[in-house]
């Protein structure tokens, strides 16, 4: 069965961004492929975490997994910091991409901002990280929100960089020409990039959106509700067809969001909210994600409660990644030239 590898970093509290584009699409995967869901801890470093945040968030993290429907008996859950091979194998792909494949990503363009002097050496180097997540399992698929891509093109530039420095090695050792897989994205329903309810032009985000402009896993049901109406949109009724949503990004947001939540596709949302306004609309819009995410909230907040089973299941998840792992790292000290 081909692997999956995806994560989340403990970076700040879950969003409606990061169910939707990604714990939501990693629970029917469990029955098509063997299914390792990480929470990157490694990765949320790379800006300054309080330290009891980062252990909060962590757990947090693993609990939306398990609460969405990842059952931790079928899907390895873990923290990424626990399996140090993750480490191990960043430093040998830090070796092998290039500073100017890094220089080019737009999401440390983004988080650099004009500062980019004065972050973490970590943040630069983090795709390198994130290719050693998904290599060190050899998955061949990635299940990641759409703001992703150009990371996973980059951990496919490694490995095919891997592949050929080291053609020969590998090919003694194995008899194969290539030793780490080409990764893909996986596509599990349409590409969903959840917006920011205050800016249609920017993702929804853990670190860097208001508190008024995100929806949390979390939130009870009134600060959805109250979110929801106070979100930016326009003045416009809504479009019966998804072409009238054209340059309509705030608007082009909340049908998507209602759409994703409601399992349909925009064109059906449409066919029943066209023609009618925003005070229709977005009340039916906060009943939806209302209904959608308390229950997910409620067994959050009763799996985090009990520190004893998450980090039962978080240990038992990363013995099982080193089960992995290992052979797999072996076998890359071996092909670099490490002796042991
Ligand atoms: P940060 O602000 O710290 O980068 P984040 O909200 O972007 O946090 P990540 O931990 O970077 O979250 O990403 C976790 C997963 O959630 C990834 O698969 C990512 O593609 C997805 N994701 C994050 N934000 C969105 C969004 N707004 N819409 C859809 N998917 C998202
Ligand atoms: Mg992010």
Redesign the pocket.
Known sequence: TPRVF????P??DL?L??Y???IRRFVPLQDTHETIYCV?DM??IT?WQDPEDLKRWTYEIAAAYIAAGVDPTKSIIFNQSQVVEHAELSWIFNCVARMGWMARMTQFKD?AGENSEQVSLGLFAYPSLMAADILLYKATAV??????RQHLELTRDIAKKFNHDFKKQIKALSGEDEFFPITETLATGPA????SLKDGGK??????SSDLATIFMMDDADAIAKKIKRATSDAEPLPSEAAGLENRPEAENLVGIYAALSNQNVGQVLAEFGGQGWGKFKPALADLAVASLSPIADEMKRLVADRGEMDRILRDGADRARAIAQPIMADVRNIVGFVR
Do not use: C, F, Y
């Open positions: 995806s994560g989340i970093k970076s700040g969003h961004g990061n939707l584009g990604a990157v990765h949320a800006v988080k299940p990641v929100g759409e703001d992703q969903m990039r959840v917006k993702k929804m985000s853990k670190s860097e």
